[in-house]
Nanobody, 124 residues
Framework: QVQLVESGGGLVQAGGSLRLSCAASGRTGNSYIMGWFRQPPGKERNFVAA????????FYADSVKGRFTISRDNATNTVNLQMNLLKPEDTAVYYC?????????????????WGQGTQVTVSS
């Protein structure tokens, strides 16, 4: 089992920055893949970014490339999402996700572990 707890959401003006963190506890290891998804009000949950815990590979949605950066801190078992140049359309509940077998997918349905979510609101 893996437990995920997100933090760092909030309200920011367009063009601003936020940093989300996801603390992972329980069984963790280099074979894991960690990801971020987001769900705007009334819409489906969509992929944002992911990385293998080993740090070898990173994945990004086209809509956030060049603005968002995913990283990890091995010392604290934390995965971070640095979000710069935020836009109103980035407004959503952001969820941390994990797959312990290293399977990557753009589909939320194929991720096994989830955090409770953190709200990000970008005002225009």
């Amino acid at each position: 089992q893996v437990q995920l707890v997100e933090s760092g959401g909030g309200l920011v003006q367009a063009g601003g920055s936020l940093r989300l963190s996801c603390a992972a506890s329980g069984r963790t290891g280099n074979s894991y893949i960690m990801g971020w998804f987001r769900q705007p009000p009334g819409k489906e949950r969509n992929f944002v970014a992911a990385m293998r815990w080993s740090g070898a590979t990173r994945f990004y949605a086209d809509s956030v490339k060049g603005r968002f950066t995913i990283s990890r801190d091995n010392a604290t078992n934390t995965v971070n999402l640095q979000m710069n140049l935020l836009k109103p359309e980035d407004t959503a509940v952001y969820y941390c996700a994990a797959n312990t077998d290293g399977t990557f997918s753009y589909k939320a349905l194929l991720w096994h572990y989830w955090g409770q979510g953190t709200q990000v609101t970008v005002s225009s």
